[in-house]
């Protein structure tokens, strides 16, 4: 049985559309998880008439302790041989569930893989899916064809396996050995963490392509959408504990993992500049530079190649590593005000 994880906070406004998509799944036989971290809404008592309604729903409610404590929650309470996650401003296709058990009966994997498409406000849609190619691999065919290119394929952003966990089904028990790593105050970089370990200490994963079931909401204002004055500190932070994954399991490519530490804090500079439009350049620059000129940045930049990014990624990246920021500056305003890409 699958068991499908919502974690739930204040969203009254959402939450018809995604227990409805749950609900009506064409698998029958799933049990749904419903964890409201502490909602001052009427969240509570959707969550509470859902489950009156439905002997399927179970409901969990917690003082609020923030998304990571409330999707483990979820998982710990779960009672699914599997484990699949639906934020609840998103939903799923109806034949979600149905397709992955089906999955799971012919190959029996640890972890399967799927696309999504991210929904905007503008009514845009941009469809998501990973890098590898559809079929089973086996514990070998993962540390042959998944570790040497996890993280990146020398691009920026082009880690070979979607990094949300709502485009996952996972083994509970998965899950649960990983917990370990996922502390509760981790709020940039937890659906990587969780990804990461689980694929590590995986047997086996089954990727589909060309498959969107998952539609994910992506609400500018919403916590990804804004201005983080605290991101370069946050991506330095995942990127210990990366490492401290890497050393648990042994893992050979420390070099992916610097690449992703670049890749992330120049697409953070970027999105910097983009959503910190009310304070002036001369302090952005200040911004900057005191990233360009962290230690552990600097390092990564010399350990890094950027000869494989795509040219409007290579000029931006060239401009902040030889400290043309008022180049980087102006290229990243532009882009983002004639639409270039979803920042």
Known sequence: MISV?????NCEKTFARC???IRNQTEKEIEIILVDDGSTDRTYDLCEEESEKDSRIKVCHQKNKGLMNAWKRGVSEAAGEYIAFCDSDDYLDLDLVEVLEDKVKKYHP????????????????VYSDNRLKEGYYSRRDIERFVFPFYFSNGDMESRIVIVSRWTKLFKRELLLQNMKFL?????????????FSAILSAESLYCMKQFYPYHYNRN?????????????QKYIDLRKRLYEIAEQYHYLYPEQIEADFLSNSLLGM??????????????IKKELKSMRENCVLDNAIKKCSITGYRLKNKIFALCIIRRHYY?????????????IGKA
């Open 5 to 9: 994880v919502v974690p739930c906070f």
């Open 110 to 125: 640890d972890i399967v893989l799927y696309g999504m498409k991210v929904e905007y406000e503008d009514k845009s849609v």
């Open 19 to 21: 227990i409805r998509s």
């Open 327 to 339: 180049l980087a500056y102006i290229l990243a305003r532009t882009a983002d005000m004639i639409g």
């Open 270 to 283: 970027k999105k910097g500049i983009c959503r910190n439009k009310g304070k002036k350049y001369s302090e």
């Open 183 to 195: 502390n509760d105050d981790i709020s940039v970089g937890e659906d990587l963490l969780t990804g």
């Open 220 to 232: 500018q204002l919403s916590m990804i959408g804004k201005y983080d004055a605290l991101l370069f």
